[in-house]
């Protein structure tokens, strides 16, 4: 078996992050690097490993991290956000459990492009 994701030891409190929302199925906390004013990582308690395979293998699951990011942009900026996935090393994951970067507040110019 695989080791745990550092995004599975962050859920266990293994390692220290601020969880700022959480359902039954995602959580989400703040980046530890943050690239705009609110960046925070929209995760499935799941580990899949990229976007593809969490799409094709539990779109409802996809869906509702979209609502979770949806509300905290709500919450935390004026509404307006951009999620990105980062899908592959050359793309600049580095995590390899599925996490959607989100981003809001203020103007996002091209340098909230994370990974880029
Ligand atoms: P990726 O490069 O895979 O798209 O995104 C991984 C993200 O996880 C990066 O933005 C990085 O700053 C964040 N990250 C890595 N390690 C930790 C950590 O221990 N705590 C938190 N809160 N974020 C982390």
Same mark, same amino acid.
């Given at each position: 078996m695989s080791e745990p994701s550092i995004f599975t030891r962050i859920l266990q409190g293994e390692i220290p992050a601020t969880i700022v929302a959480e359902t039954d199925r995602v959580f989400a906390i703040e980046d530890i690097?943050?690239?705009?004013?609110v960046h925070l990582l929209v995760i499935p308690k #799941?580990?899949?490993?990229?976007v593809a395979e969490l799409a094709a293998g539990d779109p409802t699951l996809l869906a509702e991290m979209v609502a979770v990011a949806h509300d905290l942009a709500a919450e935390r900026a004026d509404g307006d956000f951009r999620l990105l996935f980062n899908t592959g090393a050359g793309a600049g994951? #580095?995590?390899?459990h599925v996490h959607a970067h989100l981003l809001a507040g203020g103007s996002l110019g091209e340098k909230s492009l994370v990974g880029a």
């Open positions: 690097a943050p690239q705009a004013a #799941t580990p899949y490993r990229d994951q #580095t995590v390899f």
